[in-house]
């Protein structure tokens, strides 16, 4: 019964992908109702084959995209070609999907992956210089400054703690970023009182 059960459970997490595990996929895939949920399981499936089926994975996520595109996976669905797009070796067309996925952010202010962080990464590990401006763009505003406000002062780096705390607060206030490729990247979306009131005291201090 148990092992029934862990079937059941497990049957959109397939990490192979020969024709019989298509064929239950596909099978199960059917059986859901709601383009919501179709676009979810096909995107967690192409998660478990990405690190070694990237070309099995793009297609389920081409087929988010192209049938069942829920305005709340696609985000997630953007970055996730892009990953495997760095698999397959084919890294300059990964750069515009990691555009999308900040673009979509942008545009759906409730939606938050860690495209913003993972483009970035992407950027200086290719040593891909003529990005780096953009680089800077998108870490420099609310989130990196409110994490790095918290963690200086833990450190016990008043100074820097300070001018990071007074730079969130800043960028809180804002509705623009001021950058060519992200009007609103880095700009706080729905801000958390208490730690709004922590930035406050920091900045104070």
């Known amino acids: 019964m148990q092992n029934n059960k862990h079937d059941k459970d497990d049957w959109y997490r397939r990490t192979s992908w020969n024709s019989e595990a298509?064929?239950?996929?596909?099978?199960?895939?059917?059986?859901?109702?709601?383009?919501?949920?179709?676009?979810?399981?096909?995107?967690?499936?192409?998660?478990?084959?990405?690190?070694?089926?990237?070309?099995?994975?793009?297609?389920?996520?081409?087929?988010?995209?192209?049938?069942?595109?829920?305005?709340?996976?696609?985000a997630s669905t953007y970055l996730q070609t892009a990953q495997c797009l760095i698999v397959l070796g084919k890294k300059e067309e990964a750069?515009?999907?990691?555009?999308?996925v900040l673009e979509h952010e942008e545009n759906h202010k409730g939606i938050q992956t860690h495209g913003y962080l993972d483009f970035p990464v992407f950027i200086v590990t290719e040593e891909k210089k003529e990005l780096y401006r953009e680089a800077k763009e998108i870490l420099e505003k609310y989130q990196w400054n409110m994490v790095m406000a918290l963690i200086k002062i833990e450190e016990g780096d008043q100074s820097s703690a300070s001018g990071h705390a007074r730079e969130a607060i800043k960028?809180?206030?804002?509705?623009?970023?001021?950058?060519?490729y992200h009007p609103t990247v880095g700009l706080a979306k729905k801000q958390d009182e208490r730690i709004q009131k922590l930035l406050t005291e920091i900045a104070k201090a």
Do not use: V
């Open 22 to 74: 298509q064929e239950t996929f596909f099978e199960r895939f059917k059986r859901s109702r709601s383009h919501f949920h179709k676009a979810q399981y096909l995107r967690i499936q192409a998660h478990y084959l990405q690190e070694k089926y990237p070309g099995d994975a793009l297609k389920l996520l081409d087929k988010i995209r192209e049938e069942f595109p829920e305005p709340s996976e696609l």
């Open 95 to 100: 750069i515009s999907w990691f555009r999308k």
């Open 171 to 180: 960028a809180s206030k804002e509705n623009h970023s001021g950058f060519r």
